[in-house]
């Protein structure tokens, strides 16, 4: 069974603090993973790694995908109250038919001031 | 703003009953996903169609069908409502080139009473 996890499930920090969230996954015939950011409602997309080792950057928002080590994380520097929300991990999986993706349980990140 | 449109936004209704969820993907994406969000399941994967044939099935229950019309629309059919089924239901597209990239509509918010 495809298994996408993780952690922290929670986490609260003050603004300006930098953050890691980690996402590991267990799926036959990987194709990609993605990050999202689900604040009230639905989840905007954030980044999609395909290759191993490359950092895709946005602003403050960093990711790097491990294919040897099957993990992933999401880094987010001088962190600010308006990043606090939930941010899923997806993983994409190759299939005769279908592009479906596999989500984790997200990461809740609070931003104090 | 993803582009992508669902409707209506909120939906009360009893058990037993049957209600239509719509979605409108982006502009040129030909592949349409329906995902179902609970408090107790996270994000799962329903049922994908591209241009106009389904694709891929996930846990769908068989009270649940979907379709997906010449202009690209979809609709998500729920019957026989059980409380359980009280969840939010979104609709994501994506391009051909980019299958697994998908973008989020703002969700329907379904409650059973």
């Known amino acids: 069974e495809d298994k996408v996890v993780q952690s922290p499930l929670s986490l609260v920090v003050h603004e300006g603090d930098t953050v890691t969230l980690n996402c590991s996954y267990e799926?036959?015939?990987?194709?990609?993973l993605l990050w999202y950011k689900q604040e009230k409602k639905a989840p905007t997309f954030l980044f999609m790694l395909?290759?191993?080792?490359i950092e895709k950057k946005s602003g403050r928002l960093s990711s790097i995908l491990d294919k040897k080590e099957l993990f992933s994380i999401l880094n987010i520097t001088a962190t600010q109250t308006g990043d606090s929300a939930v941010y899923l991990c997806?993983?994409?999986?190759?299939?005769?038919?279908?592009?479906?993706?596999?989500f984790g349980e997200g990461t809740q990140l609070t931003v104090n001031p | 703003d993803s582009g992508v449109t669902q409707t209506p936004k909120h939906l009360i209704t009893a058990t037993g009953q049957r209600v239509t969820l719509r979605c409108s993907p982006r502009?040129?994406?030909?592949?349409v996903y329906w995902y179902q969000q609970s408090l107790d399941q996270g994000l799962q994967f329903l049922i994908q169609?591209?241009?106009?044939?389904?694709?891929a099935k996930g846990n769908i229950l068989e009270r649940f069908s979907a379709q997906q019309f010449p202009d690209l629309h979809s609709e998500l059919n729920l019957s026989s409502l059980e409380l359980g089924d009280s969840a939010l239901y979104f609709c994501?597209?994506?391009?051909?080139?980019?299958?697994?990239?998908?973008?989020f509509g703002p969700g329907t918010r379904l409650t059973v009473t």
């Open positions: 395909t290759s191993s080792g």
């Open positions: 997806a993983v994409g999986k190759g299939e005769t038919s279908g592009s479906r993706l596999t």
């Open positions: 994501a597209s994506s391009g051909s080139n980019r299958p697994y990239e998908q973008y």
């Open positions: 502009s040129g994406d030909l592949s």
């Open positions: 799926v036959t015939n990987f194709r990609s």
């Open positions: 169609y591209y241009n106009g044939e389904e694709r």
